[in-house]
């Protein structure tokens, strides 16, 4: 398993954190990881995402479990080869029938022509939900080799979080310092990495 977060822009601040945050993970479960902030211009970050599982499956990498820089591995013990078990595993959402913001693709031949067709568009795929959006439409096309799972197996957020859930997803804002103050209010006070300096807080950019 490959873990991967590009985080770029307003994001590169949130980096210490979030290598402290993968990196706690991937050593307990003898994952790699990478965090990324490279991305081609023209090519928002939640759409370069493609390009990065792409480059990893190329790399050699089998497995790749990505995760948004908006989002932290918030329970260390649990272990995300569990649910790994179809080429493309994804979970619910409360506004949409999935999130992209957390989910695991596999070295599938079905997998690759999906994200190498949507990576070759990537220039008119460049308005909001970006990826998201494109994955849900063409849902059907890799419906037989994924999986949704219930919504807080993968992917909890501040409406629905609970001690013991495997990851915080920062949703409701588009805002990186919003999304950093909510991830601080609620990991913070339970003691889980990435707790954030107040320093990194106000230099990201509202
Ligand atoms: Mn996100």
């Not at 307990?28 to 023209?42: A, F």
């Not at 990893?56 to 089998?62: L, P, Q, Y």
């Not at 080799?145 to 915080?168: M, T, V």
């Amino acid at each position: 398993m490959h873990l991967i977060t590009i985080a770029s822009g307003p994001y590169v601040n949130w980096i210490p954190s979030l290598i402290e945050n993968r990196n706690n993970y991937c050593n307990k479960h003898g994952y790699t990881w990478q965090i990324t902030s490279d991305v081609l211009p023209g090519v928002h970050a939640a759409f370069a995402k493609i390009g990065a599982i792409l480059d990893a499956f190329k790399a050699g990498h089998e497995q790749v479990f990505w995760i948004d820089a908006d989002a932290a591995i918030t329970n260390f013990e649990f272990n995300i080869k569990g649910l790994a078990q179809a080429p493309f595993v994804v979970s619910r959402c409360r506004t949409h029938p999935i999130c992209t913001g957390v989910f695991i693709a596999q070295d599938h031949p079905v997998i690759i022509d999906f994200l190498e067709r949507m990576w070759a568009e990537r220039e008119v795929h460049q308005r909001p939900p970006w990826e998201q959006g494109v994955i849900i439409r063409r849902w059907n096309e890799i419906a037989h080799h994924a999986i949704i799972l219930e919504k807080r197996k993968l992917n909890s957020s501040s409406r629905d979080w609970q001690f013991g859930d495997f990851i915080y997803h920062a949703i409701g804002t588009r805002n990186p310092n919003r999304k950093w103050r909510q991830l601080r209010r609620w990991l913070q006070p339970r003691g889980i990495s990435p707790a954030s300096s107040s320093s990194q807080s106000s230099r990201a950019p509202c």
